[in-house]
């Protein structure tokens, strides 16, 4: 195979062909594949195949002898002869020539021709240096809404917006956060629209529905009486 790597044919079809045959011979330097085993090999067609082959043959490369089969039919054996090639001064042997070679040794099957994996790619090993390495994805750390909190919202009434937000779970984010400071921003009763919101299960909170001078949800309504209030008595005369 490396002797076929090396030698010059004066073509690239040409020198395909040869190291096709190099991959194919046993150490004898002898093969037996077919014109189409090779053309499908090289991606060629056959008759590209067969003209190579007798060009390989006439430079000396190649000696070709035909075998008759069992069924009248016949096939090509091929000797590789890369060490001594055809010189300037010497007879190439021609197209006609079957030569006179070693015995071969007769092909067991169509499985018996030798394959060889020397055009298989070789990837080699990368090293990756410490800083080159990618490095560990680092984790985020988890959000804490009380971090966010408006600036008039007291933190309790705030900790238990958080905490309803988490039970019905909608937890705050960063994005919610700055959304909600922003529709209570200017309110007159920011912890009020908090407190409205958990009383109603609401995930969202509403302003709008808390008015100027309305009592909180839940306060005592001025009408009802304060049975603690002793203020009543005060003016009254005590007879002796």
Known sequence: MVKAMKTKVGNPLRKLVLIKLADNASDQGECWPSYQHIADQCEIDRSTVRKHIKHLEAQGLVRIENREGPKGNSTNLYYLTLRNPVGQNSTPV???STGVGPQPTPPVGPESTRTSHSFEP??????QTVAA???AKKKTPKFDPMTCKP???????WADWCQHRREIRKPLTATTCAKQAK???GHHAPDAVINQSISNGWTGLFPEKVLPGAQPRGSRQS???DFNDSSWAEGLMVRT
């Open 133 to 135: 390495a990618p490095s």
């Open 122 to 127: 070789v990837t080699e090993p990368v090293e």
């Open 223 to 225: 009408n009802e009486p």
């Open 183 to 185: 529709t209570l921003a």
């Open 94 to 96: 021609g197209p006609e």
């Open 151 to 157: 600036a008039n919202v007291s933190e309790q009434t």
